[in-house]
C-alpha cells in the first residue's frame, strides 16, 4: 500500500487514463492484471494504487518506485509494450507523469 511521505527517497509516478463508462471498467480490469501479474513483480515496484472518477471517465494510477531507471526498465520491456498497447485501445490516452513528494499531512 502506498505511504506518502515528504521522506519518501523513491519515485512516485502518477499516471491518468483518459476512459470512458463503455471501456472504464475493461481498462480497470487490464491494469489489475498488470499490476498482478508483471508490474508488481518487476525490480524496484514498492507499491501502487488504482483509483476511478465517479463518471467513470478517468482512472488514476499511483506508483512508488525505489528509483526512476526502475519504473522506465518496467515500461520498456517487451510485456509491458503488448499490455500498453492494448491499453492504449481502452483509453483515450495516457500519461504517466513523474513527481516529487511536496509535501504529505
Partial sequence: MPQISKAFQGQTVITTFETSPATAFDLLEALELAYA??????????????????????????????????????LRSAEMRERNRYINTLCKGFEPVMYEVAAAY
Fill in 37 to 74: 501479474q508483471v508490474i508488481s513483480k518487476q525490480p524496484g515496484f514498492l507499491s501502487a494504487a488504482l483509483h476511478m472518477n465517479d463518471a467513470r471517465t478517468r482512472v488514476c494510477n499511483y506508483s512508488q518506485w525505489q528509483r526512476r531507471e526502475d519504473y522506465q526498465a518496467m
